[in-house]
């Protein structure tokens, strides 16, 4: 995991220009460590404007941000993952480069709608979809560079936030592209894991992993990111289409591709991306759901918010960190949450053995609390969903409870089904029975101490 790192004597004498879907945001710069985020004035004064985040609101008179929320906040638009940090250093011969620099160089596809650029560029041809067609070996060359020095011809630069190592390539149809000018990505390509953590956990089917948790979250109803599980020559990926992305005027021959503004928890919180996990200091539920309190469609968000833990639950799907929650922004102050991502179940790999994950150790990132807390997944009762329920305003947690236990039989057939031909089935079975295992405590009715 990344965190800023300041590097004493480090001088930008120019800034980054913030650029959303062709209308410049601000300016980033940074002078003698200090960090100075200021909005444009066309920008900051028209009824369409959008903050660039929760932590760095418009304000009257526009006054410029400063400190360490405007320095997270452009932080956590890099990979949380110090390795591939030193990649990308490693592939632009910058072995000093920070995040300002990095940004310099991939900052032209990030998350969310914003493009950082350098005073005088613009981003050419918002307005349009401009793209190289690539075949599956180019693609597959794409796909090497994300995890190599040496980067390929045709591999766009890209700054995607995760651990995990990933590219991004623009579809259209069934085509695949490398997109040109201001066209941005639309698909986010991840590549298995393999051993993770320090514990070196063994996660070589990540991508048929994360694939099943997406089926099973969208068949209890929850909004989450579309993906396939694509193969190119012998290269494996989850394709991921990006919800911060909406082509515009469809059909027609004025087609573009218009970058939606979004960020995640550890953004709008004013958080660095090494705070990202609650028990390193980050956010927990209660925060998220202090958040949500004012979106724009709260109610709705925050059962979304709670369900999704619960389903977490089930799923043993143990890396739900602030970041791997967002929130769309809109105009004013208004936003709202994201579909969700990034879901992993730890079914496959709990048990005894070498690179094995031991079931008692195994928690939730984030804590349910009511007298004490409670992040175990053999230590978590229904009722202890009570005291999340209540911070949501949901009343108990009775509701949800019975309607996942509903919709749980019509939710394992209805992937099951789904499942495609050559399919791990006990990567499938492990998930499956631990979600059917895990549900019988859903039939606790007691209420939280």
């Given at each position: 995991?990344?965190?800023p790192k300041k590097r004493r004597g480090a001088r930008h004498p120019d800034p980054l220009v913030a650029w959303c879907n062709g209308q410049m945001v601000g300016e980033w710069s940074v002078r003698e460590g200090e960090h100075r985020f200021?909005?444009?004035?066309?920008?900051?004064?028209?009824?369409?404007?959008?903050?660039?985040?929760?932590?760095?609101?418009?304000?009257?008179?526009?006054?410029?941000?400063?400190?360490?929320?405007?320095?997270?906040?452009?932080?956590?638009?890099?990979?949380?993952?110090?390795?591939?940090?030193?990649?990308?250093?490693?592939?632009?011969?910058?072995?000093?480069?920070?995040?300002?620099?990095?940004?310099?160089?991939?900052?032209?596809?990030?998350?969310?709608?914003?493009?950082?650029?350098?005073?005088?560029?613009?981003?050419?041809?918002?307005?349009?979809?401009?793209?190289?067609?690539?075949?599956?070996?180019?693609?597959?060359?794409?796909?090497?560079?994300?995890?190599?020095?040496?980067?390929?011809?045709?591999?766009?630069?890209?700054?995607?936030?995760?651990?995990?190592?990933?590219?991004?390539?623009?579809?259209?149809?069934?085509?695949?592209?490398?997109?040109?000018g201001a066209t941005p990505t639309t698909h986010i390509l991840k590549l298995p894991l393999g051993l993770v953590g320090n514990m070196q956990a063994d996660m070589p089917q990540s991508v048929e992993n994360e694939w099943l948790c997406s089926?099973?979250?969208?068949?209890?109803?929850?909004?989450?990111?579309?993906?396939?599980?694509?193969?190119?020559?012998?290269?494996?990926?989850?394709?991921?289409?990006?919800?911060?992305?909406?082509?515009?005027?469809?059909?027609?021959?004025?087609?573009?591709?218009?970058?939606?503004?979004?960020?995640?928890?550890?953004?709008?919180?004013?958080?660095?991306?090494?705070?990202?996990?609650?028990?390193?200091?980050?956010?927990?539920?209660?925060?998220?759901?202090?958040?949500?309190?004012?979106?724009?469609?709260?109610?709705?968000?925050?059962?979304?918010?709670?369900?999704?833990?619960?389903?977490?639950?089930?799923?043993?799907?143990?890396?739900?960190?602030?970041?791997?929650?967002?929130?769309?922004?809109?105009?004013?102050?208004?936003?709202?949450?994201?579909?969700?991502?990034?879901?992993?179940?730890?079914?496959?790999?709990?048990?005894?053995?070498?690179?094995?994950?031991?079931?008692?150790?195994?928690?939730?990132?984030?804590?349910?609390?009511?007298?004490?807390?409670?992040?175990?997944?053999?230590?978590?009762?229904?009722?202890?969903?009570?005291?999340?329920?209540?911070?949501?305003?949901?009343?108990?947690?009775?509701?949800?409870?019975?309607?996942?236990?509903?919709?749980?039989?019509?939710?394992?057939?209805?992937?099951?089904?789904?499942?495609?031909?050559?399919?791990?089935?006990?990567?499938?079975?492990?998930?499956?029975?631990?979600?059917?295992?895990?549900?019988?405590?859903?039939?606790?009715?007691?209420?939280?101490?």
């Open positions: 995991m990344s965190s200021q909005y444009a004035e066309a920008w900051a004064t028209s009824a369409s404007a959008t903050p660039l985040s929760l932590s760095l609101p418009l304000t009257a008179g526009n006054t410029a941000h400063t400190g360490p929320a405007v320095r997270d906040w452009f932080d956590n638009l890099l990979p949380d993952s110090d390795t591939i940090r030193q990649r990308w250093r490693a592939s632009v011969r910058q072995p000093e480069a920070d995040a300002f620099d990095l940004l310099t160089l991939f900052g032209s596809d990030c998350a969310g709608a914003i493009q950082m650029l350098a005073p005088g560029s613009t981003p050419d041809g918002v307005d349009r979809i401009e793209a190289t067609l690539l075949d599956d070996a180019a693609i597959g060359r794409v796909i090497d560079a994300a995890t190599t020095i040496d980067r390929a011809g045709d591999a766009p630069r890209v700054a995607i936030a995760g651990a995990q190592e990933k590219t991004a390539l623009l579809r259209r149809g069934d085509d695949w592209f490398c997109p040109l089926r099973v979250m969208t068949a209890f109803g929850l909004p989450t990111a579309h993906c396939d599980i694509a193969t190119f020559g012998e290269r494996k990926v989850l394709a991921v289409q990006r919800f911060d992305r909406a082509l515009q005027n469809a059909g027609t021959d004025a087609e573009w591709i218009a970058r939606l503004p979004q960020e995640d928890f550890c953004q709008a919180l004013g958080l660095p991306g090494a705070q990202k996990y609650e028990a390193d200091g980050g956010p927990g539920m209660r925060d998220i759901l202090r958040v949500l309190d004012a979106s724009a469609n709260a109610l709705a968000d925050k059962t979304a918010f709670v369900k999704a833990q619960m389903v977490f639950w089930l799923l043993a799907a143990t890396d739900g960190h602030a970041k791997n929650f967002s929130i769309f922004l809109e105009r004013g102050d208004s936003y709202r949450l994201t579909p969700f991502y990034d879901v992993l179940s730890a079914w496959p790999i709990i048990g005894g053995g070498a690179h094995q994950l031991a079931k008692q150790k195994a928690k939730l990132a984030m804590a349910l609390r009511a007298k004490s807390a409670h992040w175990g997944l053999v230590d978590i009762q229904a009722r202890h969903w009570d005291g999340v329920a209540k911070l949501a305003g949901l009343g108990d947690a009775r509701a949800l409870c019975d309607e996942l236990l509903q919709q749980l039989p019509g939710v394992l057939r209805t992937v099951e089904a789904e499942l495609p031909e050559g399919f791990p089935p006990a990567l499938a079975q492990a998930i499956f029975d631990g979600v059917t295992t895990t549900a019988q405590r859903l039939h606790d009715t007691e209420i939280a101490e």
